[in-house]
């Protein structure tokens, strides 16, 4: 799949649907290590992070402060599609995590592996950049998605839900729209259209 520099929410939606519909087809079948594996490689895809460097201090500043509300401003504060491919993604990763019996893998281990992929600390430091700066980026990195994965789902399902009433409303306004296609469900048929 090929990836747009520029996402609209609509785009950012699609991709995160397909993430998660790809991902339930075959998570069953996967290692733990191969699912991390392939969630890693969709994040490297990616143009950006889905945390840029741009909000990185905010969400650090939130952490360290444990400042709910200011953590709350600073997923407000994303680009649309960061901010609502970050719901699709926080809201899978709340399930592997509530199937830690299961998958071995709770919220702690999740954010640990995934938080630099999904996260991008400021550049500033890069060039000089010591094995013990690179630690305490790593482990920064650790605890804003950790603590991005303790913020209940009933938040993230609101950006999901959003997008999926714009996507139907827009396609409600569309001529040709594919409406109808998006609210079958797998009861209804669909009536053949006449030849003429």
């Given at each position: ?31 733990t ?7 890693k ?17 905010d ?18 504060e994303l ?12 809201l ?20 640990t592996?995934l ?15 010591t ?9 920064n990195?650790?605890i804003?998605?950790?603590r ?25 306004r ?14 209804t ?8």
């Amino acid at each position: 799949m090929q990836i747009p520099s520029k996402l609209c929410s609509t785009e950012s939606e699609s991709i995160g649907r397909e993430f998660i519909a790809s991902w339930s087809q075959y998570s069953s079948s996967l290692e733990t290590n191969s699912e991390q594996g392939c969630i890693k490689m969709f994040f490297r895809q990616l143009r950006d992070t889905v945390i840029p460097s741009t909000s990185y201090n905010d969400f650090l500043q939130a952490v360290e402060e444990s400042d709910e509300k200011k953590l709350i401003q600073s997923v407000f504060e994303l680009p649309a599609p960061h901010r609502d491919t970050l719901a699709y993604i926080i809201l899978h990763l709340q399930k592997v995590a509530e199937n830690t019996s299961k998958n071995q893998m709770p919220a702690e281990n999740l954010a640990t592996v995934l938080a630099p992929e999904i996260i991008e600390h400021s550049n500033l430091i890069v060039n000089t950049q010591t094995a013990e700066d690179s630690y305490k980026i790593n482990t920064n990195q650790t605890i804003i998605l950790l603590r991005l994965l303790k913020v209940p789902s009933e938040f993230w399902n609101r950006f999901t839900e959003n997008n999926m009433s714009a996507v139907l409303a827009a396609e409600a306004r569309t001529p040709g729209s594919r409406t109808a296609l998006l609210s079958e469900t797998p009861g209804t048929q669909r009536k053949q259209p006449k030849a003429l």
